[in-house]
C-alpha cells in the first residue's frame, strides 16, 4: 500500500516503516473509511505510531534501552500531533484515554488490553 | 516595607514543603536587593524549618516528630468533653499541635544582591502537621529595593493568586490519577521547580478578550504536568539519580515505571488540553512536545562528537528547552483570543527566552552556590555552551577535548570545570543570553499586551537574572 501522508510525517523514522509501522498502518487504515478522506491517511498513520511508539518503549513489559525509548517517544508525539491536526476532539480524548489506560496498566504491572485493540475502539468512537 | 500571602495546598498529614524557589521568586519579583524575608506561618499545625532537602533525611524528621509527639497518645485536647466551644469539623490533632511547638512558626531569611543567602544544602521548608489542608505562611520583605523592574503591589497579588490557581490545579490533577502513577509525579511536581512555563501560559492568557484565570490554570498546569512527564524520561536516559534534590522515578522506582509515568502524564495533558476545545492551542503543545522529542534524539546522538559545536547547541536547545516556551507563550493568547500578531509575536518571545534560559541554566551548571552538583552536565555529557567555547579556546582548548574524549571521573569533570572558569566562556555565554532576552523584550514592542509588558519582561529577565 503507498503511504498518502506527506513525507514529513516519516522524518527519521523512515526504517520503522519496514519495522512494522506500514503493516500497523495498513491495519489501521481499513478502519478510518467513516472518516473524512482526507483525513484518513493521517489518522492511521496517527495510529500506527502509536501503537509502534508503545511497544518500542517496552511500556508494559521490559523497559526499552534509552536511544529506542527516544525513538519511541517521537513516534508518540509525532502521533499525537497528527490527531491534534486531524482528528475529531472525541477521538482525540480517545486515544489519550487507551494511552492512559496502558501507562497506568504498566504501573501497576497488571493486565491491559492489546494495544490494537484499544487504538481500533479509539477510532470508532462517535464525534 | 511590602507584605503578602503565600499559599499552598498540603496533600498529606505529615509534610516538608520546599518552599525555597517559590521564596527566591517572591524575592526577584518584589524587586527587594539586599534586606530580609520575614517568613510566619498563621496556623498552629504548621511549622517552618531551614535543612537539606534529602528524602531519607525527611523521613528521618519525620520519624522523629512522630516518636517525640505521637499521634493518639492521649492528648488532652483532644478530650473534647473538656473543651467548650469547639466546631463541629475540629480534628483530633493534639499530636500535630504539639509538634510544631517543637519547630519554628516564624523564620526571618537574609537577602543580598537580589536573592536568599543560603548554604548549599539548605532548602525553606513549610512543614505540615495536619494535612492535607489549604495553608498560608505570611510574608513581609524589607531593605533595599531595585526601583526598576518592580513590580507594583497590585501586580504581585494579581500573580500570587495565579499561582495558587495553578497549584491547586496540580494537586487536583494528580489526586484523582492511580497510585502507582501519581506518587512518583508528586514526588516531583512538590519538590518545586520554577513554574516558569505556566506563568508564561497564565501572563499570555491574560492578553485577549476571552481572558478566564480558572482556564489559563488548566492550561497551565497540564503544560507543567506535560513538562515533567518529559522530565521522566530525560532522567532514565542521562542516568540522573536525583531531581530537584530527590530521587529520580527511574532511580527509585525502576526505568519500566519511569515509561509508564511520563507516558501517562503525556497522554493525560494532551486531553485536558484537547478537551479545551481551542485546536490552535492543542496543535501548538503538540508541535512542542514533537520538537522536544526529536532534539532529545539529535542531543543523544551528539554526545558521540561532544562537545559538539554552537550551530548544534542552538538546534538542540531550541527543540528540548525554547520549543515549549514558545508554545507555553502562544497558547495562553490563543486561549485568551489574542489577535495572530500578538500570538506570533508571544511564540518569538517565548522561544528567544527560553534559549536565553537554558544558557543561562549551562553557566549555573558551574557555579557552586546554584544548590545542583556542579560539572553535572559534563558527567552526563549533556550539550552545554560553555564547554563548546572553552573547547575552542586557543590556550586551553585542547585540554578542555582530550578530556571530554576520555571516561568522565571526578577528577576528569573537576579540571574541566576548572579549565571552563580560567576561559571567558561563562561569562560570554552570560552576556549571549541577555542579548536573547533584550531581543525577546523588543520583540513585544510592537503588540498591545494589555499592560502586561512589565510582567513578561520580569519573567524574561529573571530567566537568565539568576544563581540557582
Same mark, same amino acid.
Given at each position: 500500500?503507498?503511504?498518502?501522508a506527506p513525507p514529513r510525517e516519516l522524518d527519521r523514522l523512515e526504517e520503522l516503516w519496514?519495522d512494522g509501522l506500514?503493516?500497523a498502518y495498513?491495519?489501521?487504515?481499513?478502519?478510518?473509511?467513516?472518516?473524512?478522506?482526507?483525513?484518513?491517511?493521517?489518522?492511521?498513520l496517527a495510529a500506527a505510531l502509536v501503537e509502534v511508539g508503545v511497544r518500542l518503549q517496552g511500556l508494559?513489559?521490559?523497559?526499552a534501552p534509552p536511544t529506542t525509548l527516544l525513538m519511541g517517544d517521537l513516534c508518540l508525539s509525532r502521533g499525537s500531533r497528527l490527531l491534534a491536526d486531524?482528528?475529531?476532539?472525541?477521538?482525540?480524548?480517545?486515544f489519550?484515554?487507551?494511552i492512559?489506560?496502558?501507562?497506568?496498566?504498566?504501573?501497576?504491572?497488571?493486565?491491559?488490553?492489546?494495544?490494537?485493540?484499544?487504538?481500533?475502539?479509539?477510532?470508532?468512537?462517535?464525534? | 516595607?511590602?507584605?503578602?500571602?503565600?499559599?499552598?495546598?498540603?496533600?498529606?498529614?505529615?509534610?516538608?514543603?520546599? =518552599?525555597?524557589?517559590?521564596?527566591? /521568586?517572591?524575592?526577584?519579583?518584589?524587586?527587594?536587593?539586599?534586606?530580609?524575608?520575614?517568613?510566619?506561618?498563621?496556623?498552629?499545625?504548621?511549622?517552618?524549618?531551614?535543612? /537539606?532537602?534529602?528524602?531519607?533525611?525527611?523521613?528521618?524528621?519525620?520519624?522523629?516528630?512522630?516518636?517525640?509527639?505521637?499521634?493518639?497518645?492521649?492528648? *488532652? &485536647?483532644?478530650?473534647?468533653?473538656?473543651?467548650?466551644?469547639? %466546631?463541629?469539623?475540629?480534628?483530633?490533632?493534639?499530636?500535630?499541635?504539639?509538634?510544631?511547638?517543637?519547630?519554628?512558626?516564624?523564620?526571618?531569611?537574609?537577602?543580598?544582591?537580589?536573592?536568599?543567602? @543560603?548554604?548549599?544544602?539548605?532548602?525553606?521548608?513549610?512543614?505540615?502537621?495536619?494535612?492535607?489542608?489549604?495553608? /498560608? @505562611?505570611?510574608?513581609?520583605?524589607?531593605?533595599?529595593?531595585?526601583?526598576?523592574?518592580?513590580?507594583?503591589?497590585?501586580?504581585?497579588?494579581?500573580?500570587?493568586?495565579?499561582?495558587?490557581?495553578?497549584? =491547586? /490545579?496540580?494537586?487536583?490533577?494528580?489526586?484523582?490519577?492511580?497510585? %502507582?502513577?501519581?506518587?512518583?509525579?508528586?514526588?516531583?511536581?512538590?519538590?518545586?521547580?520554577?513554574?516558569?512555563?505556566?506563568?508564561?501560559?497564565?501572563?499570555?492568557?491574560?492578553?485577549?478578550?476571552?481572558?478566564?484565570?480558572?482556564?489559563?490554570?488548566?492550561?497551565?498546569?497540564?503544560?507543567?504536568?506535560l &513538562?515533567?512527564a518529559t522530565?521522566v524520561h530525560d532522567?532514565y536516559v542521562?542516568?540522573?539519580? &536525583?531531581?530537584?534534590?530527590?530521587?529520580?522515578?527511574?532511580?527509585?522506582?525502576?526505568?519500566?515505571?519511569?515509561i509508564?509515568?511520563g507516558d501517562?502524564?503525556f497522554a493525560?495533558?494532551t486531553?485536558?488540553?484537547?478537551?479545551?476545545?481551542?485546536? #490552535?492551542?492543542?496543535?501548538?503543545v503538540a508541535e512542542a512536545l514533537e520538537a522536544i522529542c526529536a532534539a532529545q534524539i539529535d542531543d543523544v546522538a551528539l554526545?558521540?562528537?561532544?562537545? #559538539?559545536?554552537?550551530?548544534?547547541?542552538?538546534r538542540v536547545?531550541r527543540g528540548k528547552?525554547?520549543s515549549l516556551?514558545?508554545?507555553?507563550?502562544?497558547?495562553?493568547?490563543?486561549?485568551?483570543?489574542?489577535?495572530?500578531?500578538?500570538?506570533?509575536?508571544?511564540?518569538?518571545?517565548?522561544? @528567544?527566552?527560553?534559549?536565553?534560559?537554558?544558557?543561562?541554566?549551562?553557566?549555573?551548571?558551574?557555579?557552586?552556590?546554584?544548590?545542583?552538583?556542579?560539572?553535572?552536565?559534563?558527567?552526563?555529557?549533556?550539550?552545554?555552551?560553555?564547554?563548546?567555547?572553552?573547547?575552542?579556546?586557543?590556550?586551553?582548548?585542547?585540554?578542555?577535548?582530550?578530556?571530554?574524549?576520555?571516561?568522565?571521573?571526578?577528577?576528569? $569533570?573537576?579540571?574541566?570545570?576548572?579549565?571552563?572558569?580560567?576561559?571567558?566562556?561563562?561569562?560570554?555565554?552570560?552576556?549571549?543570553?541577555?542579548?536573547?532576552?533584550?531581543?525577546? $523584550?523588543? *520583540?513585544?514592542?510592537? $503588540?498591545?499586551?494589555?499592560?502586561?509588558?512589565?510582567?513578561?519582561? #520580569?519573567?524574561?529577565?529573571?530567566?537568565?537574572?539568576?544563581?540557582?
Amino acid at each position: 500500500m503507498t503511504i498518502q501522508a506527506p513525507p514529513r510525517e516519516l522524518d527519521r523514522l523512515e526504517e520503522l516503516w519496514t519495522d512494522g509501522l506500514a503493516d500497523a498502518y495498513d491495519a489501521y487504515l481499513a478502519a478510518v473509511g467513516h472518516f473524512d478522506a482526507a483525513i484518513q491517511a493521517r489518522l492511521a498513520l496517527a495510529a500506527a505510531l502509536v501503537e509502534v511508539g508503545v511497544r518500542l518503549q517496552g511500556l508494559g513489559g521490559r523497559a526499552a534501552p534509552p536511544t529506542t525509548l527516544l525513538m519511541g517517544d517521537l513516534c508518540l508525539s509525532r502521533g499525537s500531533r497528527l490527531l491534534a491536526d486531524n482528528a475529531p476532539l472525541s477521538v482525540q480524548v480517545a486515544f489519550a484515554r487507551a494511552i492512559e489506560s496502558l501507562s497506568s496498566a504498566a504501573a501497576a504491572s497488571a493486565p491491559a488490553p492489546a494495544t490494537r485493540q484499544l487504538l481500533l475502539a479509539a477510532l470508532s468512537t462517535k464525534p | 516595607m511590602s507584605g503578602r500571602r503565600f499559599i499552598f495546598e498540603s496533600t498529606r498529614p505529615t509534610e516538608f514543603v520546599d =518552599i525555597t524557589d517559590r521564596l527566591r /521568586e517572591t524575592v526577584r519579583g518584589a524587586g527587594l536587593r539586599n534586606g530580609r524575608l520575614h517568613l510566619q506561618s498563621l496556623h498552629t499545625t504548621v511549622g517552618l524549618a531551614l535543612n /537539606e532537602n534529602e528524602p531519607l533525611l525527611l523521613r528521618d524528621f519525620q520519624g522523629l516528630l512522630e516518636r517525640l509527639a505521637p499521634a493518639g497518645a492521649g492528648y *488532652e &485536647h483532644d478530650d473534647f468533653t473538656r473543651r467548650f466551644d469547639i %466546631p463541629l469539623d475540629e480534628p483530633v490533632n493534639g499530636h500535630a499541635h504539639c509538634r510544631q511547638i517543637l519547630l519554628n512558626a516564624f523564620a526571618t531569611l537574609m537577602v543580598e544582591d537580589g536573592d536568599l543567602v @543560603l548554604g548549599r544544602w539548605q532548602s525553606v521548608f513549610a512543614v505540615e502537621l495536619d494535612g492535607p489542608r489549604h495553608r /498560608e @505562611l505570611a510574608i513581609q520583605l524589607e531593605g533595599e529595593f531595585a526601583s526598576q523592574g518592580r513590580e507594583s503591589a497590585e501586580a504581585l497579588s494579581r500573580r500570587d493568586a495565579a499561582d495558587s490557581l495553578v497549584e =491547586i /490545579e496540580l494537586a487536583r490533577q494528580l489526586m484523582v490519577d492511580p497510585e %502507582p502513577i501519581a506518587t512518583p509525579m508528586r514526588r516531583l511536581i512538590e519538590a518545586g521547580g520554577k513554574r516558569l512555563r505556566p506563568r508564561l501560559v497564565q501572563l499570555t492568557s491574560g492578553i485577549g478578550p476571552d481572558s478566564d484565570p480558572l482556564r489559563a490554570a488548566e492550561l497551565a498546569a497540564a503544560v507543567e504536568l506535560l &513538562h515533567n512527564a518529559t522530565l521522566v524520561h530525560d532522567d532514565y536516559v542521562d542516568e540522573s539519580t &536525583h531531581r530537584r534534590g530527590r530521587p529520580t522515578v527511574a532511580a527509585l522506582e525502576g526505568p519500566e515505571r519511569a515509561i509508564a509515568v511520563g507516558d501517562y502524564y503525556f497522554a493525560k495533558a494532551t486531553r485536558l488540553i484537547a478537551q479545551m476545545g481551542n485546536a #490552535g492551542v492543542t496543535s501548538a503543545v503538540a508541535e512542542a512536545l514533537e520538537a522536544i522529542c526529536a532534539a532529545q534524539i539529535d542531543d543523544v546522538a551528539l554526545r558521540g562528537t561532544y562537545p #559538539g559545536d554552537r550551530e548544534s547547541y542552538f538546534r538542540v536547545i531550541r527543540g528540548k528547552t525554547a520549543s515549549l516556551f514558545a508554545a507555553a507563550c502562544g497558547s495562553g493568547a490563543l486561549l485568551a483570543g489574542a489577535p495572530g500578531d500578538v500570538v506570533a509575536a508571544l511564540k518569538r518571545f517565548g522561544e @528567544l527566552v527560553g534559549t536565553a534560559f537554558q544558557m543561562a541554566d549551562d553557566v549555573i551548571d558551574f557555579s557552586p552556590s546554584s544548590g545542583k552538583t556542579v560539572g553535572l552536565d559534563i558527567r552526563q555529557r549533556v550539550i552545554s555552551l560553555p564547554l563548546i567555547y572553552a573547547a575552542e579556546d586557543r590556550a586551553v582548548g585542547g585540554e578542555v577535548r582530550r578530556l571530554l574524549a576520555g571516561s568522565l571521573g571526578d577528577a576528569e $569533570v573537576g579540571r574541566v570545570t576548572e579549565l571552563v572558569k580560567s576561559t571567558d566562556a561563562l561569562p560570554r555565554v552570560r552576556e549571549e543570553a541577555t542579548v536573547l532576552v533584550e531581543e525577546a $523584550v523588543r *520583540e513585544l514592542s510592537a $503588540v498591545e499586551l494589555d499592560g502586561l509588558r512589565p510582567a513578561l519582561v #520580569g519573567v524574561a529577565r529573571a530567566a537568565v537574572d539568576r544563581t540557582s
